[in-house]
């Protein structure tokens, strides 16, 4: 993969999507798209589950993440590479003999790759173990509802598979998202496990040759994700058969335990938690005089330094001659624009890692995603407001 831009730029920062829909999902990927995108899109729920898309070009090359990603991995390799020895525990000895330096980024991914040039399995069959893992990631996004979402620009994927347009995609996740919605199953994961609660009711209320059946395949072991497959059923027709029992109280839906992850990708060391400078000169570049009065007051109160740019073309030798350390910019001015001089700042060695802070009166994701890829730090909207302008002052300012 080869990225569109000169640098690879740093994690941006978590941005929140509010009822993340497909016609949002379909609007963000278009986005990236359009921008051709390279590397990675992260995204979290509420319940600090994350998602992790790999992007070349704005199109899908991998997607993994969520509760039980190794599970999920696992369950498509078996249907669609039955040649492969189940994943436990075979398969996690086939997977221990492979050498680890070759697992960079994603081993999901990887092992594929590297199976496929060892000939153990077929491009056909990658394709569509990459294509359903894809649709189960969007859908369970779908079920998680608001999320967060971070981008990193990189060239995260070595190698190239295939390549998934996201439009077609989340257009085939949204029908079985639907089809579960008109179910009434919105409030049930396909990634939870159904057990037995009541035994004695339930055998009470069932023929026995059903309660045998119940007790066989509800042992609390296989997801009803694992189930359906199992049963060679669609997992919509499945969970809606178990449905009854599962609103008398006889069965019930928990969480389980994701399969150990056979490849450990090696952790960087976090930095330490830094202390905020009370004397940083900070710039800000906008045309808007009441925005820049109402920062100046705000940031010299603070005991701040600050200086005002209300040109867009002066902007650039100013700030070269000033170095401020950190700079407020502002996305739209007459006959210049944020970007342009974001992605200028970037290409100049001593402020590559100088926070650059995006002000807009648009807070449109359209905008955030195209501020991120020309190397912005954060975004702020307009009005402004004094916590949000000092919090952000906290977030990327440190010594």
Known sequence: MTTTMNSAKPNSPLLSIGNFTASRRARFFTTLQQLKFNGQLLLKDAHNRQWVFYLNRGDIAYATGGSTPVRR????????????????????????????????????????????KQQKITLDQATKIIKAITIEVLFDIAQAGDVTYQIKQDNSLSSELIL??????????????QAWQN???????????????????????????????????????????????????????????????????????VAVADFPAPIFPSVPEQPSIATISQDLLIACVDDDIW???????????????????NDGLRALATILARKPDLI????????????????????IPSFRDTPIII???????????????F????????????ETVLSVIHKHATE
Not at 233 to 240: A, E, G, P, Q
Not at 291 to 309: D, P, R, S, Y
Not at 365 to 371: I, N
């Open 359 to 373: 002000l807009t009166g648009n807070d449109g994701v359209v905008d955030q995603v195209r501020a991120r890829l």
């Open 183 to 253: 179910a009434k199953l919105i409030n049930y994961s396909p990634n939870n496990v159904p057990i037995i609660k009541q035994p004695e009711q339930l055998q009470a209320r069932t023929s026995p040759q059903v309660y045998q059946t119940l007790t066989r395949i509800l042992n609390g072991q296989r997801t009803l994700r694992e189930l359906a497959g199992q049963m060679k059923r669609d997992i919509l027709s499945v969970t809606c058969s178990l449905l009854p029992y599962i609103q008398a109280g006889l069965v019930e839906l």
């Open 73 to 116: 991995w696992a369950r498509n390799l078996a249907t669609y590479s039955s040649q492969l020895p189940p994943y436990l525990p075979n398969l996690q000895k086939e997977l221990s003999s492979i050498e680890a330096a070759i697992f960079t980024t994603c081993w999901e991914y990887e092992t594929l790759c590297l199976w496929i």
């Open 328 to 347: 407020f910019l502002d996305l739209v001015m007459p006959q210049t624009n944020g970007y342009e001089i974001c992605s200028k700042l970037r290409k």
């Open 375 to 386: 190397g912005a730090s954060d975004f702020i909207s307009k009005p402004i407001d004094a």
């Open 291 to 309: 925005v820049c009065k109402t920062m100046e007051k705000l940031l010299t109160a603070a005991g701040h330094q600050f200086m005002w740019i």
């Open 164 to 177: 998934i347009d996201s439009q077609q995609a989340i257009a085939a996740t949204q029908k079985l998202w």
